[in-house]
């Protein structure tokens, strides 16, 4: 029983953590801090980056149609510190 409590606290940490990242995500979209995903660009994940919020641009860079796929977390970091 005890490692099935602590299952469940792990999952549900990390269930609680990626739901406070897309809410925060959701509220600076409708604050204007960060554009919209859908039609975003390179020089939006540029400002993003240049803002301080460069894991949101990572995110976002690998969620855009013509990248999606093709970056590990680590070509996508390389890639938008290069921009």
């Known amino acids: 029983m005890l490692i099935g ?3 469940f606290v792990i999952i549900a ?5 990626c739901g406070s990242i897309e ?9 204007g801090a960060f554009p919209k995903q859908k ?3 390179l020089e939006d ?3 993003m980056r240049d803002d301080g ?6 995110r976002r860079f ?3 149609p ?4 093709l970056y590990t977390l680590k070509g996508a970091s390389e890639k938008i510190a290069s921009l």
């Open 45 to 47: 994940i540029k400002k």
């Open 5 to 7: 409590e602590i299952a």
């Open 13 to 17: 940490l990390s269930v609680g953590i």
């Open 53 to 58: 919020h460069e894991s949101f641009a990572i």
């Open 62 to 64: 690998r969620k855009m």
């Open 39 to 41: 039609g975003i660009t």
């Open 23 to 31: 809410l925060y995500d959701f509220i600076q979209v409708k604050k």
């Open 66 to 69: 013509e990248n999606k796929g």
